[in-house]
């Protein structure tokens, strides 16, 4: 029982260390692109 159960928790920590990467690179992607339209709206005036 201890093994499963501390391959649960291994699994577990994982998922929601990948779910947050995901959300930060989701969230640094966002910014980039709003930096790239703004350059662009800036080069197009």
């Known amino acids: 029982g201890d093994v499963l159960e501390l391959a649960l928790v291994f699994i577990n920590t994982n998922t929601n260390a990948l779910s947050i990467s995901i959300k930060i690179n989701l969230n640094a992607l966002a ?15």
């Open 31 to 45: 910014l980039l692109a709003l930096e790239l339209i703004n350059a662009l709206v800036l080069a197009l005036n």
